[in-house]
């Protein structure tokens, strides 16, 4: 009974050191792709009190309404 526990407790000591040796880092993710320069985006606000076609309505933190839009990117709605 002895020896089956000396045995069981070699078989782990030598599986955990095996562990211990396997543990490298994993590689590094790949970097992102490189943005298309061609691809402006440009964002126009005004300040209106309606709101206006192709705008979106936002309010400042002073409590007047203003009006958004991003054109151009790839998609031409600011997407990049």
Known sequence: MQSN???CALVLAVSLCGC??????????PPPPS???DA???LEI???ST???GYLT???????MYVYRF???TKKHGNV
Do not use: E, I, W
Request: proline share 20%.
């Open 35 to 37: 943005p298309n320069v």
């Open 46 to 48: 005004q300040q209106s």
């Open 5 to 7: 526990f000396r045995f």
């Open 20 to 29: 211990a040796l396997d543990k490298t880092p994993p590689p590094p993710p």
């Open 40 to 42: 402006q985006v440009t």
């Open 58 to 64: 936002t309010y400042g933190s002073n409590g007047l």
């Open 51 to 53: 709101g206006m076609p």
């Open 71 to 73: 054109t151009g990117g």
